[in-house]
C-alpha cells in the first residue's frame, strides 16, 4: 500500500469520529498553539527592542557603578571633572555626556506633575533620537553658562498648560523656577513605559539636587570599533582618579543584546518546557486513543491481514494514523496560535514575528509525536495473529 | 492435472504446552487445479483449522504442505502474506466486509496489498463485481446491503488478485436457503471456469453441488468421496451470478 493509500485509509478512519478525534488533539493543539503564540510574541518583541537597541547607536556605552558591591562607594561618584578629563584623554571619544535623574514634582501656576528630572548635557540630542516640536534642546551654553531651563515632552506640557504653549513658561520643579525652552514629541516606546522624562543641565541638575550625584556616564564614539577600547580607556581613567578597581562598569549595546537574548531564551525555555509538558500529555491521549482504536479494529486487521497486509503494512497503517492526528491537532494549533500571536501583540502594541522555522518546527513536531507514541498501538495491532483478530466481534 | 495442494501428515496442536488440543491428525490429501471440493464434518472437527492451514493463515504443527508446487510451511509471516495476497482467495460466513468502505473499495482491497495501480484496481474490481452480478451496487455500504450481496462482494474480493485456490468457510451458514443456491450458483459458474475451490459447509444439498466431498470427524480426514456429476449436475448453472 502506498502513503497516499495510507493517508486515505488514515483519514477515514479519523473522520469517522470526527469528535472523539478532535478531542483526542486537544492536548496537541493547545501545545502547537502556546508553542506559536508565545514564540511569535516573543521573537515580535524582540526585534522591537533590537530594533530600537539599533536605532539608539551600536556606537554608544555607559559607565555605571557597580551598585552590587557591599560598601557604599560613597565619595567615588563620577564628578563633572571626571568628565572633563576623560574628554581630554582618550581620543576616541566623539561625545562623553553626565546623566543623573531623579523623581520629582512638576507644577505649572494650577497643576501638579510627577516626573523623571534628568540631567545631562547638550550632545544628548546626537546620541538619542529626540524629536524637538518647538522651542530647542539643551544647548552647550545653557549647560555651561546654568541656565534654568527645561526641555518637556508635549503631553506633559499639554497637561500643564492646557489652554496655551508651554513655551517660554515657568514651571517649578522641586521649588526651583525653570523656563521651558523646548518640547518634544511625546514618546511611545517600550522602554519609555509611560514616565515623563524632563531634560535639564546637568550642572543645574546637580544645584537643584545637592545630595545627588551623576548616577551614569554615556559615551559615544565616530564607530561602532572604537567602543570597547573608548570605554576601556575611560574606565580605567576612572579607576586611577578614583583609587578603586572594579567599581566602574562599562556597558555597551553587544552586551545589552546579550542580556535580551538572555531573558528571552530563559522565555524561551520555560514556554518550551509548559509546552513540553503539553504535548507530552497530548501524545499519551493520542496513544491511549490509538489503543483503543487498535481493539476495535481487531478483526479489521485480522481480514487486513487474511488479504495480504503484511505486519509492516498494518504497522505502518496506524503510524501514519497517528500521525494524521497529530498532525490534524498540530494545524489546528498552528491556525489557533497564530491567531493568538496576533491578538496578543495587538493588545502588546508590536507585530508578531511568525517564522518559518517555528511553523516547521510544531509541524515536524507533531509528526514526531504521532511516531513516538503511535508505535505502542501500532504494533500491537501489527502482531495480533490474524486468526484470533478474525475471530474477534 | 496439476496438483495445486499436497498435504502430507499435517497435524494441527493448539496449545501445546498447556492443554493441547488435536485439531488436525495426520491429514494427507492432494486437490488439483480446478477442482471443486466440500469439506464437511460435524463441529470441532477441525474444517476451519484445515481452512487455516490450507490458506496460510496458520502453520501446521508438523507435516509438510505444498500449494502450487511451493513448500510454504516453513514461510515466515511477510512470505504467507503474499502468498495468501496472490494465491488464496477467502470468503467467510460472516462475509468480512470493512463496514466504512463502499463495496468497490472492499473488493479493491486486497490489489492495495498487492500494488496494483488505481486505474487497474478499479477495472479489475469492476470486471469481479460483474461476475457476480452486483454492478447496481459498486458505492453502497455493507450496511446498506442484504446478507446475499455481502457475500457476493466477499467473493468478488475473493477473487480480485486472480488467485489459484478460492477457500470458503461455511459461506452460506449466515443466508437463507434461497440466497444460499444463489451463492452456490456463483460458486459453480466460477467453477465451470476452472476455478479451483474449497468450501466448507455440513450441510448436504450445499455439499452437493461440489464433485469431491472430505469427511472430517475428530480431526482425521475419514472419508474422500468423488460425487457423481451426472446426478449433482445443478439445473441453474446456466444463469451464472445473475440472478
Ligand atoms: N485457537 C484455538 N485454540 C485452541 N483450540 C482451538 C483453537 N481453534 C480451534 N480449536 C479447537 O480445535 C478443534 C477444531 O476446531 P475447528 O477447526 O474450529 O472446528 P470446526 O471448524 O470443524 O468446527 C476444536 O476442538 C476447537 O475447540
Ligand atoms: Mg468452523
Redesign the interface.
Known sequence: ??LG?SIRVAW??IR?NMLRSILTTLGIMIGITAVIAVVAVGQGGQQSIMKEMEQFGSNLFYITMDWRRDELPTGREFTMNDIEIIKANVPELEYLLPCAQTFSTIKSRDKVKTAQVFGTEADYAHLHPLEITAGRFLNNSDCLGKRRVVVIDEELAQELFPRTSALGKRIIIDNQTMVVCGLLKAENSIFGMGTKVIYIPMRVWLDIYPGGSISYIEGGTRSPEEVKTAMQSSVKILEKRHHSKDLYQGVDMEQEIQAVNKVTGVMTLVIGIIAGFSLLVGGIGVMNIMLVSVTERT??IG???????????ILIQFLIEAVVLCLLGGIIGMALGIGGAFLISALAKWPPLISWTTVLLAFTFSAAIGIIFGILPANQAANLD??EA?RRD | MITMIKMEQINKIYRPQSNPVHALRDVSLHIKMGEFVAIMGPSGSGKSTLM?VM?C??TPSSGAYHLGGVEVSSMN??QL??I???KIG?V?QNY?L?P??TALHNVE??M????VEKEERKARALDCIGRVGMLDRIHHRPSELSGGQCQRIAIA?ALV?NPDIILADEPTGNLDSVTSLEIMNIFCSLHQENTTIVLVTHEDDIAAFARRVLHFRDGKLINDEILNPHLTEPSAVEGGGDI
Open positions: 500500500m502506498n493509500e477515514d478512519s469517522a478483526r479489521e481480514l487486513r491481514m487474511a488479504l495480504g497486509a503484511r505486519r509492516r503494512d490474524p486468526i478474525l | 487455516n490458506g493463515l496458520d509471516s511477510d502474506a503474499t495468501r495476497n496472490r477467502f467467510f468480512n470493512l466504512r468502505m482491497l486486497p492495495l496489498y498487492a500494488g474480493r488478485n
